[in-house]
């Protein structure tokens, strides 16, 4: 996976994924809290765009690293 891949066109992203990949960012950074989901789906064009929408959400002064792929997720 990298950066500049597209989240639907190059890795296959359907919407049962996107609900998927929502519960999983949840879980892994729970100081995010529920995302809303049409502000997930609008950050989801490239990897890039997700991990940036992500880091805008962490609280000032975080602790918790964010992972530079989805791989660290897991």
């Known amino acids: ?3 500049h891949d597209r989240l639907n066109e190059d890795l296959g992203f359907d919407s049962i994924r996107v609900m998927e ?9 729970p100081q995010l809290g529920s995302l809303p989901i049409e502000d997930l789906l609008a950050s989801l064009r490239t990897v890039a765009d997700l991990v940036a929408y992500l880091r805008s959400q962490l609280p000032h002064g975080s602790a918790t ?3 530079m792929t989805m791989e660290g997720t897991r």
């Open 1 to 3: 996976m990298h950066d």
């Open 21 to 29: 990949l929502k519960t999983r960012i949840e879980d892994a950074l």
């Open 65 to 67: 690293p964010l992972p």
